[in-house]
């Protein structure tokens, strides 16, 4: 059993920053890959930023420059956004792939509301 909880979402105005944090906990110790997903209104989930056990990174190209994803050990994962614009607004959702079980994880989602 796997529980991933997101905080740090809310409401900022345009060029504003807001840091995610997500924390896993359960019967599984370590993923190999944590990473940011988020779905705006009537559009796709799409993936914002991934990181890996060995510390690769990749990000979505409307983010790159602007949001850093970063981690603390295997069950702790962060994402700072900074330079917020409108159409980042959307639920985002921490997202854990325990690779060994071949099983995805999905947290509730936390809501970022940017203000122009």
């Known amino acids: 059993q796997v529980q991933l909880v997101e905080s740090g979402g809310g409401l900022v105005q345009a060029g504003g920053s807001l840091r995610l944090s997500c924390a896993a906990s359960?019967?599984?110790?370590?993923?190999?890959?944590l990473g940011w997903y988020r779905q705006a209104p009537g559009k796709q989930r799409e993936l914002v930023a991934i990181?890996?056990?060995?510390?690769?990174t990749n990000y979505a190209d409307s983010v790159k420059g602007r949001f850093a994803i970063s981690r603390v050990n295997a069950k702790m994962v962060y994402l700072q956004m900074n330079s917020l614009k409108p159409e980042d607004t959307a639920v985002y959702y921490c997202?854990?792939?325990?690779?060994?079980?071949?099983?995805?994880?999905w947290g509730q989602g936390t809501l970022v509301t940017v203000s122009s």
């Open positions: 997202y854990a792939y325990a690779g060994v079980y071949g099983t995805g994880y």
């Open positions: 359960g019967t599984i110790f370590s993923f190999n890959r």
């Open positions: 990181i890996t056990s060995s510390d690769s």
